[in-house]
């Protein structure tokens, strides 16, 4: 990554006709990477990102998703890491006024995977919905925390994920967390964590 790191903006009023597709990959666990990522998507426009994790590495990312008024955006993080990597990684999403967030995350590779997700709104009418998907398998560490700064009236937040373990030593970690301003009356929010462990040995928190 450059010094000062990596920015990739959408004009306002831009509909993108194809993704976004970023592809992290490395070839070493040894060798270790630090990573600033910003993602600027103007006002009224609609655009989804895709970001893909493969091979081994170790890696430190801070990942920040601008949403403009009016804008729409899906976020798709896919980490599909080889048995030894590591990956950690913050990700501050903001969505602005009546715009719309949507956040998946897919984490089925890697010998440990954490992210913490921020979310706040930078005016009324925003709404976010966070999904997750993951797999632990046999050793395999997989975490996530998710806190949503409800920061402004009327604004939405749904947030789902599910995950499945097997293996001894397989282990997952779940953490939601919501806060409800003073001014951020009239909101709407949901948080829901559901697990599936396949087999003893595995533990889900």
């Not at 590495?57 to 009016?70: E, H």
């Not at 995977?113 to 709404?127: E, L």
Request: hydrophobic share 40%; charged share 20%.
């Amino acid at each position: 990554f450059p010094r000062g790191g990596e920015v990739v903006r959408v004009p306002a009023d831009t509909q993108l006709d194809c993704p976004i597709h970023v592809v992290m990959t490395g070839d070493d666990v040894g060798k270790t990477a630090l990573g600033h990522l910003v993602y600027e998507v103007g006002p009224r426009a609609k655009a989804t990102i895709i970001v893909e994790h493969r091979g081994s590495l170790t890696i430190n990312l801070f990942t920040q998703v601008l949403v403009g008024d009016g804008a729409q955006v899906d976020l798709i993080n896919v980490y599909d890491w080889a048995d030894d990597a590591v990956h950690t990684e913050q990700l501050n999403l903001t969505v602005g006024r009546d715009a719309t967030l949507k956040a998946l995350e897919v984490a089925i590779g890697g010998d440990l995977v954490r992210t913490s997700t921020n979310v706040d709104f930078a005016g009324p009418g925003g709404s976010f919905e966070g999904l997750g998907l993951y797999f632990a398998d046999e050793g395999q560490h997989i975490e996530h925390r998710l806190f949503v700064d409800h920061t402004a009236p009327k604004t939405r937040s749904r947030v789902t994920y599910k995950g499945a373990l097997q293996g001894q030593g397989a282990h997952t970690v779940w953490i939601g967390n919501v806060l409800i301003r003073k001014v951020a009356e009239g909101i709407d929010t949901y948080e829901e964590n559901r697990n599936l462990v396949l087999t003893d040995g595995c533990q889900a928190d």
